[in-house]
């Protein structure tokens, strides 16, 4: 296989060229888009690209942004522990104590396990989420329990009484 080095004077060329291969969709749609003859070198031709398409750039994500997740007013506890977890997934370099922190805040401030969490501190998320299952159990048992109260004293109008 011979290799054949492309010439000082045409790089610049085959840069502009070769970028458009990797474009789909709309970003393929601008670069087509494009005055032809109004690209100066390749760098004049990345800055074009970069201001055009520099609002989809997507940021990296920090730990802190877990303070932005909350537990809803009539969110069960399994979908706040779901949702926290997926977010802190999302973190590249996640800082476990903030990490453990931002679930604090992140709960509902009036239920049982925001009180057991702020006398007994978590070190890290999965002792977080070890002690949030046992609530999750709870919470959910409790349901279970108030469909069964609620079923047992169910009055059917249509039944005739026994007088």
Same mark, same amino acid.
């Given at each position: 296989m011979e290799i054949n080095p492309i010439p000082q004077n045409l790089k610049? $060329?085959?840069l502009c060229k070769g970028f458009g291969s990797i474009?789909?969709?709309?970003?393929l749609k601008w670069l087509l888009s494009v005055s032809p003859f109004s690209i100066k070198s390749f760098a004049h031709l990345v800055n074009l690209f970069n201001n055009q398409f520099s609002c989809s750039i997507k940021f990296e994500r920090l730990t802190i942004d877990l303070y932005r997740v909350t537990q809803g007013k009539d969110e069960p506890l399994r979908d706040f522990v779901s949702k926290f977890s997926k977010? $802190?997934?999302e973190i590249p370099n996640l800082d476990v104590a903030t990490a453990v922190q931002a679930f604090k805040m992140g709960l509902k401030k009036d239920t049982f396990f925001y009180?057991?969490?702020v006398m007994n501190p978590c070190r890290n998320l999965d002792e977080a989420r070890n002690r949030a299952l046992r609530f999750i159990?709870?919470?959910?048992d409790r349901k279970i329990q108030q469909r069964l109260d609620g079923s047992n004293s169910y009055d059917n109008p249509n039944r005739k009484s026994d007088s």
């Amino acid at each position: 296989m011979e290799i054949n080095p492309i010439p000082q004077n045409l790089k610049e $060329a085959c840069l502009c060229k070769g970028f458009g291969s990797i474009l789909t969709g709309a970003t393929l749609k601008w670069l087509l888009s494009v005055s032809p003859f109004s690209i100066k070198s390749f760098a004049h031709l990345v800055n074009l690209f970069n201001n055009q398409f520099s609002c989809s750039i997507k940021f990296e994500r920090l730990t802190i942004d877990l303070y932005r997740v909350t537990q809803g007013k009539d969110e069960p506890l399994r979908d706040f522990v779901s949702k926290f977890s997926k977010k $802190a997934l999302e973190i590249p370099n996640l800082d476990v104590a903030t990490a453990v922190q931002a679930f604090k805040m992140g709960l509902k401030k009036d239920t049982f396990f925001y009180e057991y969490i702020v006398m007994n501190p978590c070190r890290n998320l999965d002792e977080a989420r070890n002690r949030a299952l046992r609530f999750i159990r709870l919470e959910e048992d409790r349901k279970i329990q108030q469909r069964l109260d609620g079923s047992n004293s169910y009055d059917n109008p249509n039944r005739k009484s026994d007088s």
